[in-house]
């Protein structure tokens, strides 16, 4: 199985910063990488799929990089309404595993 | 619009069953592979099952393999999750997720792009 690891757990940052969170895999994915948004009592939100490429209707501060095992997503300038909890997932192969999340405050 | 609603979540014994249906509407769902994602309280998010767009294939966790069945009706346009053998730790928030496929440079992409509001399973004695 592949296993997502996130870091940081959680960040702490101010409006108009810009964020840096990466995922990493335990093995090669190539490019199978997405990128969700939660806020607290809601559905995951799909932001960035296939690493890179962004979803319609997400804001074009949100960019996604990375291939193989190391991946990051950015948020260029920190708007109030991005404070929430990020996870990235696998979709290489089955079992299909998400990060452990990371949380993004308000400094 | 396209809109995945979940419902059949209450409280339920150990050992016990329930079943979660997924209705979807404003897309053709027969077209779709579909999964579902469980969140227990305050943890983060874990993918439960994927079953392709004709029911023919099915992937599980191997968390609830052997107690867990997934499905659909493509007739009702209906996903579900049958779940048996139910244990404290299977105890979250489950959602239903479509998949979809969108080509990037030649290659096949994969990834939930709606989601429900999910439907909450709690097993408590």
């Known amino acids: 199985d592949i296993q997502m690891t996130q870091s940081p757990s959680s960040l702490s940052a101010s409006v108009g910063d810009r964020v840096t969170i990466t995922c990493r895999a335990s093995q090669s994915i190539s490019s199978y990488l997405n990128w969700y948004q939660q806020k607290p009592g809601k559905a995951p939100k799909l932001l960035i799929y296939a690493a890179s490429s962004l979803q319609s209707g997400v804001p074009s501060r949100f960019s996604g990089s990375g291939s193989g095992t190391d991946f990051t997503l950015i948020i260029s300038s920190l708007q109030p309404e991005d404070f929430a909890t990020y996870y990235c997932q696998q979709s290489y192969s089955t079992p299909y595993s998400f990060g452990q999340g990371t949380k993004l405050e308000i400094k | 619009q396209v809109q995945l609603v979940e419902s059949g979540g209450g409280v339920v014994q150990p050992g016990g069953s329930l079943r979660l249906s997924c209705a979807a509407s404003?897309?053709?769902?027969?077209?779709?592979?579909m999964h579902w994602v469980r969140q227990a309280p305050g943890k983060g998010l874990e993918w439960v099952a994927f079953i392709w767009y004709d029911g023919s294939n099915k992937d599980y966790a191997d968390s609830v393999k052997g107690r867990f069945t997934i499905s659909r009706d493509n007739s009702k346009n209906t996903l579900y999750l049958q779940m048996n053998s139910l244990r404290a730790e299977d105890t979250a928030v489950y959602y239903c997720?479509?998949?979809?496929?969108?080509?990037?440079?030649?290659?096949?992409?994969?990834?939930?792009?709606?989601w429900g509001k999910g439907t909450t399973v709690t097993v408590s004695s």
């Open positions: 997720a479509k998949r979809k496929t969108t080509v990037v440079t030649g290659i096949d992409y994969y990834y939930m792009d709606v």
């Open positions: 404003g897309f053709t769902f027969s077209s779709y592979g």
